[in-house]
């Protein structure tokens, strides 16, 4: 396994993707940070004007973008880590080398979930870093000093960890690149939000929402910019974080299994 986890390491650190994708995922969060805390914070959100979003609940939510909008990044990453040997061929003098598969795929979860954390830390850095200073700007306290803040900061990182393990599993079972790009990215940016905003208006099936890959996400966080939208799915209705941290695990983990079962195991050649 140790030698497994190096030669992924390797792997991604011989290539672009990894560092391109964390400065798109750094300029995107840090825009819509800078761009949102602007909004809300010099429009009046700290005000009693606005109770909707008060001054106290800006930070949480400014500073949980790094999830909301950028979990798809660390998926993206993941999700390419395991169709792009199989596109390449690399996968094959792989299974030469440690022909038990099962090692080669645990490798991957685990080198991508620790680089799904490190794009935490970089999503992290640019809604913390840019959105306090704007909030300060606004006369808002960022809330830097405070236990909460950085016990949500930790589990944006766990939260973007569990997405690119995720990743990984959704690549074993479904090899083909293209396919898979194209279901990531139209599942996160168009059915999933438009789930949410259909289930939030119909009463009997608003607990399923809470079950969505993304609102198990913002229930990990703790906070998001999504649940205070009317209809997608408010604080009372959301998981605990715990609860939406084993959601989460659990998608990864069936995806991974199952993985592992089909594709995994046929003959790549």
């Known amino acids: 396994m140790i030698a497994a986890i190096r030669s992924e390491c390797i792997k991604l650190l011989s290539l672009r993707l990894w560092w391109v994708l964390a400065l798109i995922l750094f300029g995107y969060v840090a825009f819509t940070a800078a761009l949102l805390a602007a909004a ?18 800006l930070p949480p939510l400014i500073y949980s973008l790094a999830t ?48 799904g954390a490190l794009f935490g830390a970089v999503a992290l850095l640019a809604s913390v870093g840019v959105g306090a200073a704007v909030l300060a700007g606004a006369g808002i306290d960022p809330q830097l000093d405070q236990a909460d803040t ?73 906070a998001s910019i999504f649940t205070s939208i009317p209809g997608m799915g408010g604080a009372g209705e959301s998981l605990d974080w715990w609860q939406g941290g084993l959601v989460l695990v659990a998608y990864a983990a069936v995806l991974t299994v199952l993985g592992w079962l089909t594709t995994w195991r046929r003959d790549i050649t």
């Open 40 to 57: 809300f914070g010099f429009a009046g959100g700290g005000e009693a004007d606005q109770p909707q979003l008060p001054g106290d609940a």
């Open 68 to 115: 909301a909008i950028g979990y798809a990044i660390p998926l993206i990453l993941g999700t390419l880590a395991a169709t792009g040997e199989v596109r390449s061929q690399t996968l094959t003098p792989t299974f030469l080398a440690q022909p038990k598969r099962g090692i080669v795929l645990g490798a991957k979860l685990v080198v991508n979930a620790l680089t």
């Open 150 to 222: 950085w016990a949500l900061a930790g589990r944006v990182v766990l939260a973007m960890a569990i997405w690119a393990a995720l990743g990984v599993g959704l690549g074993s079972l479904i090899p083909n690149q293209i396919a898979a790009i194209i279901i990531v990215l139209a599942f996160t940016q168009f059915v999933e939000p438009i789930l949410r905003l259909v289930v939030g208006f119909i009463e009997w099936l608003a607990p399923v929402g809470r079950f969505l890959p993304g609102a198990a996400s913002d229930a990990l966080a703790g």
